[in-house]
């Protein structure tokens, strides 16, 4: 039998999507896209989406984190992505502003990105601080991410609607 790292008091393991995404999240939640640079030259991007609005006290690890190869927010549509759960991370990353370089050889983070996320069925609809937004569908037993760039019309009844998310296909670079 396998121990989370909270019933032998450490610290929680990392979330996995299908386990995020069966929590009742909230209406909008923080997200954090950061550029993370190792010592040995190597790079990834974490995404962290927090499980609850906050307010969050900078050192509490309670922001669930994915390893993610390239930026999600800037893949063209239909582009599937795989994410590694890591550790929670502290809910300072939310809002960092500017690059911060880690202790013990861990490399330095630059935030790309930061915005608001709101759980649509099975998607992600993400309102960024500089406007613009992303609509990601979501495959939680895989911990797979499509991007979707031109969403449905309509959500499925009962839904919210992702209107005001600013979602446009046309005139923004994907990679």
Known sequence: M????????????????GRFMATDPPRL???AILLHELEDGRSHV???IARSEGPFADD???????RVAARPDRACDGTILR?????????????L???RRLDRGRGRVTPLRRGVAERVAERLAIRWEDGEGSIWR????DDLLTV??????RPPAGRSSAEGFGVESEGVPCT
């Open 46 to 48: 974490d995404l962290l």
């Open 60 to 66: 509490e690890r309670v922001v669930p984190t994915w």
């Open 2 to 17: 396998r121990l989370d790292a909270a019933q032998v008091g450490g610290d929680p393991a990392p979330a996995t999507l």
């Open 138 to 141: 979501l495959a939680t037993t």
């Open 148 to 153: 979707e760039r031109n969403p449905p019309e």
């Open 83 to 95: 994410l590694e759960p890591i550790d929670d991370h502290r809910a300072l990353y939310l809002r």
């Open 97 to 99: 502003t500017e690059p």
């Open 29 to 31: 939640a923080p997200v």
